[in-house]
């Protein structure tokens, strides 16, 4: 003991003065001589000795240490002093920026990084720019106040818009935003608010949108129409899914109770749809055979009336765009007669269907022989017009008879004078030649009834023109001859007047009444004249001898006939056919009268008379003489326009591709058969030569739309060979190919190209009803085994073992790659939603499992110091092996190095669980620790092996209870520790 305390150690010594000069001569280099220093350091009673220790080491973890456990105020105080200023950079401790940052993050506790942080921004301005660091410290304090903090003095921009984003809270963005003076920030941060509570209202929106989306769903249920209910569900399945895309705002439960109500009546619809849908295909079948039987009916009535109306109506200047027009009407009821057929096989034995397909019949030959029957049509009008030409001289010969024999004639001149001879003669001629076109008009009519026999229903039109012609000419006839009988009558009255007259000496009398009677005499026909003939003459013989009062009858007639002509003059031009007419008959009134001859004043008022005469009459004439110029200009214009489209035609260059040149030669075609009226000479004309720069230009478009016809003639046939073919898919691509080539091929000509678009239509439509045919077989055959796959998804027991389960899934999953995607997704979705519950279940018993565990370790330790109650064995199984096997050690070994109040609190700082006053210094060592493990060694110690520790370091005792109350406050709170 002498020897011992004589030559033991310095720093032993209990001066204080020799242990401190003892640190001097130590080294921290030595690992003895530093177990020497750390001894020295924390438990030195003396604060001067722990210092110098401290200085020597001068290690920041041990300075941070003694900051925390230090007892003695000073020893703390220069502790705090020196961690403080190796964080700050000021000290002769120097620190990484990286274990500044570890240290903060992990070691320091809040009250001093909120403490630290402030004076660290005053020596580094850019320290919060680091948005990790910036980060972990936010994470780390967890105040509000920090974070606005860092968000107003250091944060960067990204991190601004980090933390604006990430903030859910408004009335705290809106203070904020006060605060802050940069505009861009505070727009954003106001967008993030209004986002905030959009946001807040877009779960109440997207419930009653689904919920409305859903109603609509199963309100499909209530209707008919299949047709309606497809297209229904396709759009309120995209509206869905469109909507479902937005649940993930909803909870679990909520999501979970759309998306089954919406499987649901899926589900339900599906079923429906299939139990409604044969009956109303058949139903729409019978309704697309009632109309296409309808509307064959209406198109057979059509195509009648077009064929009629071109018979009657276009017979002789029909166009080929007209019979292009009604052969179209005929081809259509053809087109519709074979998709009736194709719609109902028993059509063939129709009776009304047969009867339209015989008309049918009738009509195409009605339109085979129509291009004969023009030709005749053509013909008949030329003998109709060469028989109204004849029937309108007849007629204007005889309105000449009937206008002298109005007109009238003087007694003067019907005396012996020249004149009334010429007069005398001339209607004699005109008499004969009234006959003899009487004669050619009954020849004109026989030739005209011979030709109308060969045409199978002569137009309206011109029967109506010829029995216009023949009743005209068979009125005059009628007129003529009642005219003839009046005019005999008149005759034999007046002779008796004339007799009766001469008889009483009233000679004047009897002369102005002969004249009369002379004319009427002249004006009948030979048949007539032998009626009264030998009377006539006796008369004339009678009155011969007063040839010298003629004179007397003429004078009077021509003023009141220049009065007559002024008036006509004067009146307005209403009808200028009707004034033609007029001042024809007033001039042939004129001349009709023979001047007076007696004294020379007599013939000069005679003069002048004829020059007023002609001067009304040329007034009365302007109108006309405009009225025809007009005309002349409108012919004149038509002629430059026909010359001008020949023009045209002409310049055309034939060589241009034929689909352009149809289209151009087409219009020219149009505009030249809607032109203007010119005279037939000069229309003949110009038709010949229309015909001469047409020709060329219609052989080579016929050619072309021969050969189009020829090769889509071949395409027709191709297309009615794919429909006899095996492989109805392979037969509808090359359909779709034949489709293409058709498009690229020109046309074909009016009347063949409908005709054979039809029968190509018919074959495609063939081929491609058989592959719709073969794929609704084939969607029937997917639609059964998925509900097949369906059920035996339904049947898969969910609680049974991973094996069962595994193998009943792969057997579903097998069928599956023969289905559609859309098919296969249904069943996937089941799958899915199996597989889910599962997983939750699993989860559930997992999570269950865990709690059990730890309440049978907490029942366990309860009972080692004699509380609580229960079977050990039963909890012991309960609890597991491995912690059975860890409790059971605990047998006083005491293997840790830390004892059990040390566990305790480390287990507490691993789950974040708060630790009594009393052991705060603890706690500090355990996380000063805890961190230079992490930075040593790269970990640190987990809950588990904490609690492992706790448990096999000793047997429980009393005096343990505090702690074990804390472990099992511990357990119970993180039950996950019991892995």
Not at 597 to 622: G, N, R, V
Request: aromatic share 6%.
């Amino acid at each position: 003991m002498i020897f011992s305390r004589i030559f033991a150690p310095s720093h032993q010594s209990p001066k204080p003065e020799k242990r401190m000069q003892a640190i001097e001569s130590l080294s921290p280099e030595k690992a003895q001589e530093k177990t020497i220093l750390h001894e020295l350091a924390f438990n030195d009673e003396d604060a001067n000795v722990s210092l110098a220790a401290l200085e020597k080491l001068n290690s920041f973890v041990l300075w941070l240490k003694m900051s925390q456990i230090a007892k003695q105020s000073r020893v703390k105080k220069v502790a705090e002093k020196k961690v403080n200023a190796a964080l700050l950079g000021e000290g002769d401790v120097t620190l990484s920026r990286q274990e500044i940052f570890s240290f903060l993050t992990e070691t320091a506790n809040t009250d001093l990084v909120v403490q630290l942080v402030p004076q660290m921004l005053k020596k580094e301005p850019m320290l919060l720019q680091d948005d990790a660091l910036a980060n972990a410290l936010i994470e780390k304090v967890a105040k509000p106040s920090f974070t606005q903090f860092v968000f107003l003095e250091g944060a960067s921009p990204q991190l601004q818009t980090q933390l604006v984003n990430e903030h859910s809270d408004v009335s705290d963005l809106q203070k904020l935003a006060k605060k802050v003076s940069d505009d861009a920030l505070v727009t954003q941060i106001n967008a993030r608010i209004d986002a905030i509570k959009e946001a807040a209202k877009r779960p109440v929106e997207l419930k009653k949108q689904l919920t409305l989306g859903l109603s609509k769903y199963q309100a499909l249920l209530d209707k008919s129409d299949v047709e309606t209910i497809d297209e229904k569900r396709n759009e309120l399945e995209s509206e869905l899914t469109g909507l479902f895309a937005q649940i993930d705002l909803l909870t679990s439960e909520e999501r979970a109770d759309y998306e089954e109500k919406r499987a649901r009546i899926g589900e339900q619809l599906e079923r429906y749809l299939s139990r409604i849908r044969p009956a109303w295909e058949e139903k729409q079948q019978a309704s697309q055979r009632a109309n296409t039987k309808a509307l064959c009916e209406q198109q057979l009535t059509h195509a009648k009336e077009q064929v009629a109306w071109l018979y009657n109506n276009r017979l002789c200047e029909a166009t080929l765009a007209d019979v292009a027009t009604v052969n179209e009407s005929v081809r259509g009821v053809e087109a519709t007669l074979e998709q009736l057929a194709r719609l109902d096989d028993e059509s063939a034995t129709d009776k009304r269907i047969t009867q339209i397909k015989r008309s049918v019949d009738e009509l195409n030959e009605q339109l085979d022989r129509f291009s004969m029957q023009q030709q005749y049509g053509q013909k008949l009008l030329i003998k109709l017009q060469a028989l109204e030409d004849i029937a309108a001289k007849i007629v204007s010969a005889s309105d000449s008879e009937s206008d002298k024999d109005t007109r009238g004639v003087s007694v003067e001149e019907a005396s012996a004078s020249t004149e009334d001879l010429s007069q005398v003669n001339g209607g004699a001629l005109q008499r004969g030649s009234v006959v003899a076109l009487k004669a050619e008009f009954d020849e004109a009519r026989q030739a005209y009834k011979a030709l109308s026999r060969e045409i199978d229903a002569i137009p309206k039109a011109l029967s109506k023109r010829f029995n216009a012609a023949t009743s005209s000419v068979n009125a005059k006839e009628r007129a003529q001859k009642s005219k003839e009988n009046e005019q005999v009558k008149h005759i034999r009255k007046h002779i008796s007047v004339i007799d009766n007259l001469i008889a009483q000496g009233k000679f004047r009398v009897a002369i102005s009444k002969f004249a009369k009677l002379q004319e009427s005499y002249a004006a009948l026909p030979g048949s007539a004249k032998k009626y009264v003939e030998k009377r006539f003459e006796k008369t004339a013989g009678d009155v011969s001898r007063l040839e010298g009062w003629q004179d007397y009858l003429a004078a009077p007639r021509k003023p009141a006939l220049v009065e007559e002509a002024k008036a006509l003059a004067s009146a307005d031009a209403e009808n200028i056919k009707q004034r033609s007419e007029a001042i024809k008959y007033l001039r042939k009134q004129w001349l009709s009268l023979t001047p007076s001859s007696s004294t020379s004043e007599e013939s000069s008022d005679d003069a002048l008379l004829q020059q007023q005469f002609d001067d009304a009459l040329e007034k009365a004439f302007e109108p006309c003489r405009a009225h025809y110029a007009k005309l002349d200009a409108q012919r004149a214009a038509a002629r430059e326009q026909r010359m001008s489209i020949i023009a045209t035609v002409k310049a055309m260059d034939i060589n241009m591709p034929e689909a352009e040149l149809v289209k151009v030669f087409d219009k020219a075609s149009k505009q030249w058969h809607a032109a203007g009226q010119v005279e037939r000479e000069i229309y003949e004309q110009l038709k010949q030569e229309w015909k001469a720069v047409s020709s060329p230009i219609e052989a080579k478009v016929n050619q072309w739309q021969s050969d189009n016809q020829a090769q889509k003639r071949a395409l027709v046939t191709q297309a009615c060979q794919l429909a006899t073919e095996e492989d109805v898919a392979g037969a509808a691509d090359k359909a779709q190919l034949l489709q293409s080539q058709w498009k690229q091929v020109g046309h074909a000509g009016k009347r063949e190209e409908s005709k054979l678009w039809a029968e190509f239509k018919a074959a495609n439509d063939t081929v491609f009803e058989r592959l719709k045919a073969e794929r609704k077989v084939q969607n029937n055959a997917f639609n059964a085994l998925v509900d097949s796959l369906l059920k035996q998804v339904e049947a898969v027991d969910i609680n049974s073992d991973d094996a069962t389960y595994s193998q009943s899934i792969s057997d579903v999953r097998a069928q599956l790659t023969d289905l559609p995607k859309a098919q296969r997704t249904k069943v996937d979705k089941k799958i899915d939603s199996l597989e889910s519950k599962r997983a939750a279940q699993a989860k559930n018993a997992q999570s269950q499992a865990r709690l059990a565990r730890a309440q049978a370790l907490i029942s366990l330790l309860q009972l080692s110091v004699g509380e609580g109650s229960g079977d050990e064995q039963s909890l012991a199984e309960t609890l597991g092996k491995r912690w059975s096997s860890v409790l059971g050690q605990s047998t006083g070994n005491k293997t840790t190095q830390h004892d059990r109040q040390w566990l305790t609190v480390a287990l507490e700082v691993a789950t974040g669980m708060p630790s009594p006053d009393a052991d705060a210094s603890v706690r500090s060592s355990v996380q000063l620790q805890m961190m230079t493990s992490k930075l040593e060694q790269g970990e640190a110690a987990t809950a588990p092996d904490i609690l492992a520790d706790w448990l096999s370091y000793d047997s429980i005792s009393e005096e343990d209870s505090h702690l074990l109350q804390r472990v099992v406050s511990v357990i119970d709170a993180h039950p996950e520790i019991v892995a």
